[in-house]
Nanobody, 124 residues
Framework: QVQLVESGGGLVQAGGSLRLSCAAS????????MGWFRQAPGKEREFVAT????????DYADSVKGRFTISRDNTKNSVYLQMNSLKPEDTAVYYC?????????????????WGQGTQVTVSS
């Protein structure tokens, strides 16, 4: 079992930045790809970014490409999401997830473990 805990969310003005962190514990997510997803009120949970175990492969949703950067530190069992140039439409609960294999995947069905989420609110 892998436990994931997100942190770093908050309220920020449009154009600002936030850095989300996700710490894994329990049976650590060694060898697993990791991802960030988000869910806005009344909308489906959507893919944001993903990274392979080695960090050599990353992928981003078109809506965040060029603004968000995913990274990981396997020595700390952590994954990060640096969010710059934030927009009001980025407002959502952000979830960290661990995949069930060493790949960077967009599909929610390929992720076994999920955190509780952290709220990000971007004011205009």
């Amino acid at each position: 079992q892998v436990q994931l805990v997100e942190s770093g969310g908050g309220l920020v003005q449009a154009g600002g930045s936030l850095r989300l962190s996700c710490a894994a514990s329990g049976r650590t997510a060694r060898g697993y790809g990791m991802g960030w997803f988000r869910q806005a009120p009344g909308k489906e949970r959507e893919f944001v970014a993903t990274i392979s175990w080695s960090g050599s492969t990353t992928d981003y949703a078109d809506s965040v490409k060029g603004r968000f950067t995913i990274s990981r530190d396997n020595t700390k069992n952590s994954v990060y999401l640096q969010m710059n140039s934030l927009k009001p439409e980025d407002t959502a609960v952000y979830y960290c997830a661990a995949a069930n294999g060493d790949y960077a995947a967009r599909s929610r069905t390929l992720y076994n473990y999920w955190g509780q989420g952290t709220q990000v609110t971007v004011s205009s």
